[in-house]
Every structure is written in structure tokens, then in C-alpha cells.
């Protein structure tokens, strides 16, 4: 019998450790992140409003946007997902059933107020400890099944101070929280207290131009870390490179100068599996 999108992803963690999950905004990211051998994939809430939608990370888009890219992702590459679900859309279980059917292994709701921000920035508002264990609670009863993976995420290290959001991601799990995102922890000592007092796996972002340091796995490693996340590392590389080539063809008047940048026609077909006709 084929295993369920959430029995993916715990074999996957139990196979790496720490897991490293990569960020992949749509279903062409994710092969390339399959190809270089990632056992699992993220999308991430402000990846699908910055790219799909133009827009901040300020809690605008909602379950019917995300839902679109998770689809195209696990419709066409077989790694277990997790989907970042903000807030839960004032209907955690409805959220956890349609990000199920739609093959999604595993969520994270979050304890920001819906009007949320970045984790990485100031001024985040967080709701008290109780309403997050009720959005818990809801997104559990929400599950297909016990493999399906809820995340708990806390950011209440930089409004709380670390002990604080020990203890809110221990109520969390309490209240059924499979497992526990750690948002913007500064230090290894953080995490280390966050893994010695947290039973479940805790996962790390890793994100670019935040709070969290660049730690290497080995560190991470030592600290009890059971996953490393990059949500937006290749989109950000991918933006990048496209404001470069845009630049560079309105100031030259051609891309012969950044050609060489580019993906060739011949390696899109093959990371594709396309064989053109002849």
C-alpha cells in the first residue's frame, strides 16, 4: 500500500537529520529541488504572496490562493510538502482538510494576530496562549489521518523572550501539535533550550536577512534541531537574476550579454522529462 502524503514526510525525517526542507514556489521549483535531491519541499505563505500575488506578507491572501501552488507542486512532484497556512483563516480545520486533499503532507499555523507580519521583523502582535491552543486544536480535528504532520509555530521569542515561547509551544503540543517551528531564535543556546524542553521535533528558518543566523547543519545537529528550513533562498536567487536580465536588455538592447546566465532550452527539457519531436 502506497504511502499517505504525511507518512512521506516522517520518513523523510526520520532518514535526515536535521531534515533539510527546501523552499519551492511552484511546480517547476520544485523539480529542480528535487533533482538535487531534497526529500522534502515548503511553500511558503509570503513566497505565494510576494511572487503569485505581488503583494507584502501582511496576512492578504487567503486558503483558496495557497491552495492554488500547493496543487501544481504536489501534482507533479512526489516529495511530501509542507504549507505554511498563516493564521488558519478563521477555519484551522477547514484549512488542514482542503491542504489534505489537495496532497499536501503537513501545515504550520502560526500564534500572530491574522493581520500577521514577517517573523523576522518588528512590530508582530501574537494572540493570547488559549486562542492558539484552540486554532491547534481545530487544525488537529482537521487532520485525515494521524500521519498528517500539524506544525505549531511560535514567534514569541522576540516579543516574550525565549522561556515564554518554551512554554506556549509546550501548551501547543499539548493541545495536539505534531510537531513545533521555532521562529526567529538568535542563538544555538536558544535552540538547544527549545529542543530540551519541546518533545515533539522542532523545526528551524533558516530564512535570508532575518533574525536566525546562517547555522550549518552540523550545528544545528548539536543543538537537537530535527529540520532546517530555506523558504525563499532559490526564489530569491531566481529574482535576482531576472531583475539582472531586464536591466541588462533595456540598457543593451539585447541578451547576448547575459545569455550565458541562462538556463539552456536543452536543460529545461530534461529536468521536465520532455523529449521534443524530431
Same mark, same amino acid.
Given at each position: 500500500m502506497p504511502m499517505t502524503p504525511g507518512q512521506k514526510f516522517r520518513a523523510a525525517l526520520a532518514a535526515e537529520k536535521p531534515l533539510q526542507i527546501a523552499g519551492a514556489l511552484n511546480a517547476y521549483a520544485a523539480l529542480l529541488a528535487q533533482r538535487a535531491d531534497f526529500r522534502a519541499l515548503y511553500l511558503s505563505g509570503a513566497g505565494v504572496a510576494n511572487h503569485s500575488y505581488g503583494l507584502p506578507d501582511i496576512g492578504k491572501t487567503e486558503l483558496a490562493d495557497v491552495l492554488i501552488d500547493a496543487r501544481r507542486i504536489t501534482q507533479r512532484v512526489d516529495l511530501p510538502l509542507l504549507v505554511d497556512i498563516d493564521t488558519g483563516w478563521d477555519d484551522p480545520a477547514r484549512a488542514v482538510r482542503e491542504?489534505?486533499?489537495?496532497?499536501?503532507?503537513?501545515?504550520?499555523?502560526?500564534?500572530?494576530?491574522?493581520?500577521?507580519?514577517?517573523?523576522?521583523?518588528?512590530?508582530?502582535?501574537?494572540?493570547?496562549?488559549?486562542?492558539?491552543?484552540?486554532?491547534?486544536? =481545530? #487544525?488537529?480535528? *482537521?487532520? &485525515?489521518?494521524?500521519?498528517?504532520?500539524?506544525? %505549531?509555530?511560535?514567534? /514569541? =521569542? #522576540?516579543?516574550? *523572550?525565549? &522561556?515564554?515561547?518554551?512554554?506556549?509551544?509546550? %501548551?501547543?503540543?499539548? /493541545?495536539? #501539535?505534531?510537531m513545533i517551528f521555532a521562529e526567529a531564535l538568535r542563538s544555538l543556546e536558544d535552540f538547544r533550550a527549545f529542543t530540551a524542553a519541546v518533545k515533539v521535533p522542532v523545526l528551524a528558518n533558516l530564512t535570508e536577512f532575518g533574525q536566525t543566523p546562517y547555522f550549518t547543519l552540523a550545528e544545528l545537529r548539536t543543538a537537537g534541531l530535527a529540520m532546517a528550513l530555506y523558504p525563499l533562498s532559490a526564489s530569491r536567487a531566481a529574482a535576482a537574476a531576472s531583475r539582472d536580465v531586464y536591466t541588462a536588455l533595456r540598457q543593451d538592447g539585447t541578451q547576448q550579454n547575459v545569455v550565458g546566465k541562462m538556463q539552456t532550452r536543452a536543460d529545461l527539457y530534461d529536468i521536465l522529462g520532455y523529449t521534443p519531436p524530431r
Open positions: 491542504m489534505a486533499a489537495a496532497g499536501v503532507a503537513a501545515v504550520h499555523i502560526e500564534d500572530q494576530v491574522p493581520a500577521k507580519v514577517c517573523g523576522h521583523l518588528p512590530g508582530k502582535h501574537l494572540v493570547p496562549t488559549a486562542e492558539m491552543v484552540a486554532r491547534v486544536q =481545530a #487544525a488537529v480535528a *482537521g487532520k &485525515p489521518d494521524r500521519d498528517f504532520v500539524v506544525m %505549531a509555530r511560535t514567534d /514569541a =521569542a #522576540a516579543n516574550e *523572550g525565549v &522561556p515564554a515561547a518554551i512554554a506556549r509551544a509546550q %501548551a501547543y503540543v499539548a /493541545a495536539g #501539535a505534531d
